[in-house]
């Protein structure tokens, strides 16, 4: 299939964009089902193509969360501007700067055109979750496509900026952690064996800690790299082991279960949650369909199990309040909402409520655990630099107290 690079217009907006097509006259054909009028038409060769990227699970990277933000806003404000949604589709896919997106989002396009609805396109692709392609379906079903979009990139943005300030409280951390380990094998691999010479020559009885450290320095010379390779193979099995089954249930729930960075994770779990409850109830979503369809947005598996559980009893006839106070796992601050939205019959305020809370906590956690976390690491760093200059310099003392 040869693909045409294009120029058309709708009204006064010159709209440019690449599709596929067998021949030029079909080319044609489908700008002209697009609303648009053709202006200038030219086979391409397709870049997707051409580097072997015509499969969209084929290419590397993940798409990040600003970019499906950004693709569901700029789609749903072309469809509620009255734009055909096959020329929004070309059109976004054709301003979507991360790679991966683009080759998907043409994707869906084309899977659009032969007959498909944009959901069941949706629905072909992983990066697509369970709640972006039912909030589709939903304004697809109403007709309000442009409002389930908008309302989907407002809570995917919600969810990005949670995320981000969780990641953000460790990056500091890591940052000084990193400088520290490579500050710590310099000296051990460079700056204590010249001294380990000179220590050599005095030809006196070391310290203590000068001989942990000189033990330490010739061990990491002679098996360092057998040593980092061993290293590196552990914490990849580990890290394959608790990937899935009850190793990664077991680990997340080990995880919560952690002194404020535990209590900050399941409030960010917990505020994407009740978001996404909010959304599907105020769209019209049966509880247990809501359930259904937001459980699979957690990423924490235990938290996700104990909320499987849950649903199995708000299907035997339990209430969603009382099936989460059962499991001992979800705080009673928000059962006391869900309970009150369940006796008034405004369920998805609570939800409301309870993401704008738990939030808000999470903003306030990531500030605690940012101050706690720096200056402890930074202690942690500065007194290991400060054992290997103290264990350098203590022969040196030890020389000038015999001289004198």
């Not at 039912?134 to 809570?155: I, K, P, Q, S, Y």
């Not at 680990?251 to 952690?258: A, C, E, H, Y």
């Not at 499991?327 to 704008?356: K, V």
Request: proline share 4%; with cysteine; hydrophobic share 50%.
């Amino acid at each position: 299939m040869t693909q045409f690079k294009y120029e058309a217009k709708k009204g006064t907006e010159l709209i440019k964009g690449i599709l596929a097509a067998e021949t030029r006259d079909e080319a044609l054909d489908k700008i002209n089902e697009m609303g648009l009028i053709p202006v200038e038409l030219a086979e391409t060769a397709s870049d997707e193509k051409e580097k072997g990227w015509g499969n969209p699970a084929s290419l590397p990277g993940k798409v990040s969360d600003r970019s499906l933000t950004v693709f569901y806003q700029q789609l749903g404000r072309m469809v509620k501007s009255g734009i055909p949604l096959l020329a929004a589709l070309t059109v976004t896919a054709e301003q979507t700067e991360q790679r991966k997106l683009r080759v998907i989002a043409e994707t869906v396009k084309n899977e659009v055109r032969k007959g498909k609805s944009l959901a069941e396109a949706m629905g072909e692709h992983k990066v697509f979750n369970p709640f972006a392609i039912a909030m589709v379906e939903l304004g697809e079903n109403t007709g309000h496509l442009e409002d389930a979009l908008t309302r989907l990139a407002d809570c995917q943005e919600r969810r990005a900026r949670v995320l981000q300030k969780v990641r953000n409280s460790l990056v500091y951390p890591l940052f000084v952690v990193g400088l520290g380990a490579l500050a710590l094998v310099f000296l051990l691999t460079y700056v204590v064996p010249q001294f380990s010479k000179l220590f050599a020559d005095f030809g006196q009885n070391l310290p203590l800690p000068t001989k942990i450290l000189l033990m330490v320095s010739t061990g990491l010379q002679k098996f360092g790299l057998p040593l980092g390779i061993l290293l590196w193979a552990f914490l990849a099995l580990l890290r394959k082991h608790f990937q899935s089954g009850k190793p990664k249930v077991r680990f997340d729930r080990w995880k919560m279960g952690l002194p404020l960075i535990g209590k900050m994770v399941f409030m960010a779990q917990f505020a994407m949650l009740a978001r996404s409850m909010e959304m599907l109830l105020r769209g019209g979503f049966p509880l247990l369909k809501a359930l259904r369809i937001a459980i699979p947005i957690v990423s924490n598996d235990a938290m996700k199990e104990d909320l499987a559980q849950a649903v199995l009893r708000v299907e035997q006839g339990d209430t969603l309040s009382g099936a989460l106070k059962v499991s001992g796992s979800f705080p009673l601050f928000a059962i006391h909402l869900i309970l009150i939205g369940e006796e008034t019959g405004r369920l998805e305020q609570s939800f409301n409520d309870i993401a704008d809370w738990y939030e808000q906590e999470v903003e306030e956690c990531t500030r605690v655990i940012t101050q706690l976390i720096e200056p402890i690491t930074i202690l942690g760093v500065g007194l290991l630099l400060g054992f290997i200059a103290m264990a350098i310099l203590l022969p040196v003392f030890s020389i000038d107290a015999i001289v004198y």
